[in-house]
């Protein structure tokens, strides 16, 4: 018989989204913050979670091991917009399926999620470099595949390695001012 371990992987999910939602009020999105992930704890994520739980990386990454997919990841992407994958639709020049530039506000979350990602899998190991490390692991194979647009890659990996060299406060605050229009990237037109 399976084991499941549904009170450790509520755990786990449960410090995550806080750690998202602190880290969102920290950037200005803090409101946005308090809806993030909940569908994590529908039927159609959750128990798979359960299934799947190690407590050291997400549980999709053993589904889709088991399966060659994960059927609870490709639930959560359709439904949650700080994810890269959510946008996606069919170019009406090409006829293919292509990433769309994600919206400011949700690549701001996706940050915050990153982060707290990394602050809850890795622990005492995580420092200020490690949602940068793992961002550019598959940089390169997302930005081949067409996985992600372009600018949001530009974008989320440019205040990956604010974090890396500046840190949180520093960060963060960056992001308030670029949330609210009064900073750009430094690519961005004036």
Known sequence: MEKYHFIKHYKTITKHRHQVIRHCFKAGIGFQGLFHD??????????????????????????????????????????NRHHFEYWTDYNPRTKELSPV???????????????????????????????????????????????IHPETSRQLEYLLKMLARRGEARTFAYIRAWKKGHVKMPWEKT
Request: overall charge positive; aromatic content about 14%; hydrophobic content about 30%.
């Open 101 to 147: 530039k994600m919206p400011r506000r949700y690549v701001i979350e996706m940050f915050c999620d990153r982060v707290a990602a990394g602050k809850i899998y890795q622990g005492n190991a995580y420092t200020d470099g490690s949602p940068l490390n793992y961002f550019s692991n598959g940089k390169k194979r997302r930005l081949e595949n067409g996985m």
């Open 38 to 79: 909940l569908s994590k704890y529908l039927p159609a994520e959750f128990i798979v979670g359960a299934k799947y739980y190690q407590g050291s990386r997400s549980p999709n990454e053993s589904e889709r091991e088991a399966y060659g997919y994960s059927k609870a990841w490709m639930h959560h992407k359709g439904r």
